[in-house]
């Protein structure tokens, strides 16, 4: 949030939270009655006989010294066990850095963004064109053109799309496809998948 100063606010309230009422009213009102807005709430998922982890960011911009009051208006709830209170790092931007790490399902989880995953899949991609090439090669021999169709045969075959080979020459390593990707990308009208992108790179190199 530019030009804003907004805090976090951990909190870890008791296990049976998720069975009594009021308790995010009677915490949210700390901050109501200081007239502190609420800009985002990131909370555990419940399990049973353990704490519920909880994190209030809240905009205290031009009254940063309101924090420690805060703190302690949250630490007099009842169900309240624990408050840390975590600065921005710089002005307008804010990590969480006391809920480590990401779990899903019962398992620890990291998120990727999409130039994460993209490069991820492109990778990946790259490696098997390239063991894919050899087993062609075991295939067709060393041929070139006999080593394309077994390659846009088998392109198809396990189901990646179709390859259409528009120019090839070797001695000016130069290789031209045309590639029809998968329904996921349908009219989108540019090539859109990394991991096939990067099967196509590897085997050509």
Partial sequence: MPNRSVYEFYVEVDPDVVERSRV????????S???????????????????????????LTGRGSSRHEIARGL??????????VVEPLVEGFIADRVMFSPHFLG?????????G?????YHVGVELGRKYFRDHVKLAGSDADKLLKVAGALFRLVGFGVL??????????RCVVRAFECVLFRGLGR???????????????
Avoid at 24 to 31: A, E, K, Q
Avoid at 164 to 173: R, T, Y
Avoid at 191 to 205: D, E, K, N, Q, T
């Fill in 107 to 115: 398992g620890r989880a990291v998120i990727l963004r999409r130039p």
């Fill in 117 to 121: 995953y993209e490069a991820f899949l």
């Fill in 75 to 84: 630490e007099d709830g009842d169900c309240v066990s624990r408050v840390e």
């Fill in 24 to 31: 995010l009213v009677d915490l949210s009102s700390v901050f």
């Fill in 33 to 59: 009655s200081r007239e502190v807005p609420i800009v985002h709430l990131k909370l555990s998922r419940p399990t049973p006989g353990e704490a519920v982890s909880m994190i209030i960011f809240a905009d």
């Fill in 191 to 205: 090539p859109a998948s990394h991991f096939i992108r990067g099967i196509l790179a590897g085997s050509a190199s």
């Fill in 164 to 173: 259409e080979f528009l120019d090839f020459d070797l001695e000016e390593e």
